[in-house]
């Protein structure tokens, strides 16, 4: 089996060597589309630096980091998909996940590592900060109509988020949402959460359906690890009736009387870091 797989391995390095990318010559090599993105990634990674050491170049990190985005991480299917389809267009991505114990257990922690473990091929490697999100939760639920818990739960993500964002100096946020899918996913529930931040909202799935969606879930290997139950922090408190076409002037009035500021200051200081590596 051992020899198999290595004559495999030597067959996607000298096909990749010799065609490139040309999926005709390596769709047949028997290695996971992970491992062959990963082999793609570091061939081309050795051929930049022999580029540049031979034109006596140094490679541009700052230039690099000009591309950089904070993506919300969830446990589900959208926002790995979400990741996939971003990096392609060279955005490099710092990871947001919002963490809420006891509701949510540590198995669903773990699981959203093992999906950025899982997207390492096709994004580098990341950073996950994980967000405390119990405390703003509860007071959503303490002080607020519960009509608006979501859209005011996902305008804290976004207040976070945007925090990270300025940290890093990333040039954007981005989303796994997709137009109608849930009812936060209305038009109108979209402008209502991404009011809370300047920073422009990259929304790669936006116009694409749930087939789509999963089909390329399915191609960068995430799916099977996306659907494992354990529930993240949005199935937290999730109202009966949720408002669908949410008014902008209700909402800020009905998160007025929480401690906007206070709530995230004590998140992003208890937040946790972990590092993705090849």
């Known amino acids: 089996v051992k020899s198999v797989e290595m004559q495999s391995k030597l067959k996607l390095m000298a096909s990749l060597c010799i065609f490139g990318t040309i999926s005709l010559f390596v769709r047949n090599i028997a290695l996971g589309s992970g491992l062959i993105a990963l082999s793609r990634g570091l061939l081309g990674t050795v051929f930049l630096l022999l580029f540049l050491a031979v034109r006596r170049q140094n490679l541009d990190l700052p230039a690099i980091r000009k591309n950089l985005g904070i993506l ?4 589900g299917i959208d926002s790995p998909v979400s990741s996939y389809m971003i990096a392609k267009r ?20 773990e699981k959203v590592l093992s999906l950025a473990k899982l997207l390492v091929p096709w994004c580098g490697r990341l950073t996950v900060q994980i967000v405390p999100f119990t405390e703003i939760q509860e007071e959503i639920r303490r002080n607020c109509p519960e009509e608006f818990f979501t859209l005011i739960m996902r305008r804290f993500m976004m207040r976070i988020s945007q925090r990270v964002a300025d940290q890093v100096k990333a040039k954007a946020l981005v ?6 899918q849930v009812a936060s996913q209305t038009m109108e529930a979209l402008r209502v959460t991404e009011d809370v931040v300047d920073l422009p909202v990259l929304r790669p ?7 789509e969606i999963v089909r390329l879930s399915r191609k960068i290997g995430t799916f099977d690890t996306s659907i494992l139950p354990y529930e993240d922090c949005c199935t937290v408190f999730t109202p009966r009736h949720p408002r669908t076409k949410p008014n902008l002037d209700e909402v800020r009035e009905a998160e007025a009387v929480l401690d906007i500021e206070g709530l995230i200051d004590r998140a992003m200081t208890n937040r946790e870091f972990v590092r993705i590596k090849f």
């Open 72 to 75: 919300l991480l969830s446990g």
């Open 90 to 109: 060279g955005v490099k991505l710092e990871m947001v996940h919002f963490f809420s114990p006891p509701y949510t257990s540590d198995e669903a922690k």
């Open 175 to 180: 989303t796994g949402e997709n137009l109608g």
């Open 205 to 211: 799935l936006i116009g694409m359906d749930k087939e």
